[in-house]
């Protein structure tokens, strides 16, 4: 009995595992993002959704969901009573592609995060390194290292170096898998 609760806990858990890429991504962004003091940034904080019907979308969530990064006013910090989830919606939800994802989900999720009242989105895909800030659903822009040098988002005012977000290590200090 103990070998197949491990066994059903172990698959949940690999098939939520992100990837390094992912990992270094939503470290580096939410690393740039904290130095800003308008805002209070968190990862992997998962969002009350219960008292919402979005079944007509297709995500795998019921009653949370969970951006790889929310950003919040600089007056949202610890609480002396901690909450597993939070109904308060961010003004920012970031999402990052991991390879057991595909685009069209992370973009559902975003259309769910702007009927909640988020006010802004990123979809971010490390493979290519592209940032997709949407200011609304449907309304967005790319950002990418060849081409730009900042990330911009309007609507929340940030500016990021994206050289910063998708800066590789040099092939000395890459470990080899």
Request: charged letters at 25%; a negative charge; aromatic letters at 8%.
């Amino acid at each position: 009995m103990n070998e197949l609760f491990e066994d059903d806990v172990l698959d949940d858990e690999g098939s939520n595992m992100g990837s390094v890429n992912h990992s270094l991504t939503q470290a580096k962004i939410t690393g740039l993002l904290v130095n800003d003091e308008r805002f209070s940034v968190m990862t992997e904080l998962s969002l009350d959704i219960n008292q919402y019907d979005f079944s007509k979308y297709n995500i795998k969530a019921k009653d949370e969901v969970k951006p790889d990064i929310c950003v919040y006013p600089s007056e949202v910090g610890l609480l002396e009573s901690d909450l597993v989830k939070m109904t308060e919606m961010p003004l920012l939800a970031v999402e990052i592609l991991s390879p057991s994802q595909g685009t069209k989900e992370l973009k559902d999720k975003i259309q769910v995060y702007f009927e909640l009242g988020v006010k802004s989105c990123w979809l971010v895909i490390p493979d290519v390194q592209l940032i997709s800030v949407y200011a609304k659903q449907g309304q967005f822009k790319n950002f990418d290292v060849q081409h730009d040098t900042e990330v911009i988002d309007e609507v929340m005012d940030i500016h990021l170096p994206i050289a910063k977000v998708f800066r590789k290590r040099s092939n000395e200090a890459q470990t080899v898998a």
